[in-house]
């Protein structure tokens, strides 16, 4: 693939700084600079506008962040060897990217930038599903970001919009569903990277709800860990490992004793949560 933004072809760069995928950080690098153009602009105009970037890796996604007007780019990238292949994009750009060495589990965000920010990442797939839990337990809420644009495996993103009685429906479509609206926006083939992943990939992106329904976050996720934990069983036999007897929480709840955690949308969730002593 040719350059279009006056840097060297990503195969170029990779092979100069050593980069070969390491299977253990979950390194897929996209090198089709159309596609990591296509994942920018499906966050929104940039222009002006702050971005994090988890795992930049040879920096494929950031050089289009920066080419589609971000006015400032956030790396954050744990493996070393990336760092010159980085500065370079960086001296390319002046003053627009800032590289994070670190991992990204143990980065304090929100503390990055003042203001909202968006964060836009092929995520690594080792740590995908841990970030968005954090950032989706954000506090305060509305939280420091004003999107997400991410990518995950398409399983994954398949249980961040399921709904009652989607197979893929748990715990994770009721948390996301609660606090933000998702939607998967494109699939990229596993032919898109090096080394192709065996699985589909698929670009979700989020948007935080100003105001969710009110509940207590904790509560609501020792809710959905209980109904989940035992998905099969009819909540009044699952709600059991609360501690508490299940039948008065769910008829304050207003939902069925025989009814399963499949069943119930994020709204019963959060009754059940407000419930909850």
Not at 35 to 54: F, K, M, N
Not at 142 to 148: A, C, K, L
Not at 209 to 233: I, S, Y
Request: aromatic share 6%; hydrophobic share 45%; proline share 10%.
């Amino acid at each position: 693939m040719i350059a279009q933004d006056g840097l060297p072809p990503l195969r170029d760069v990779i092979t100069r700084y050593g980069l070969q995928p390491v299977k253990a950080l979950g390194q897929n690098f996209l090198l089709d600079l159309n596609l990591t153009g296509r994942i920018a602009r499906a966050a929104g105009p940039l222009s002006g506008a702050t971005v994090i970037e988890v795992g930049p890796g040879p920096g494929g996604l950031t050089r289009a962040l920066l080419a589609e007007g971000a006015s400032k780019v956030i790396a954050i990238e744990r493996d070393r060897r990336c760092l010159d292949a980085l500065a370079e994009i960086a001296a390319h750009y002046p003053g627009r990217l800032d590289v994070i060495e670190g991992d990204a589990l143990a980065v304090d965000m929100a503390a990055l930038a003042p203001g909202p920010v968006r964060i836009v990442a092929n995520l690594p797939y080792n740590i995908a599903t841990p970030l968005l839990i954090g950032w989706l337990q954000a506090e305060p809420w509305p939280p420091f970001y004003e999107s997400m644009t991410l990518m995950f495996q398409r399983e994954v993103a398949e249980r961040i919009v399921a709904t009652p009685d989607d197979d893929a429906y748990g715990r994770l479509g009721v948390m996301a569903g609660w606090r933000t609206e998702a939607q998967i926006l494109f699939d990229i083939s596993p032919k898109a990277f090096t080394p192709p992943p065996k699985v589909t990939s698929s670009v979700v992106h989020f948007r935080p709800r100003p105001t969710p329904l009110p509940c207590d976050r904790a509560k609501l996720e020792r809710v959905t860990a209980a109904a989940f934990g035992q998905r099969r069983k009819m909540l009044r036999q699952s709600l059991k490992t609360l501690g508490v007897d299940p039948l008065p929480l769910l008829a304050t709840a207003g939902i069925n004793e025989t009814a399963r955690a499949e069943e119930i949308d994020v709204p019963g969730f959060v009754r059940l949560a407000n419930a909850l002593p």
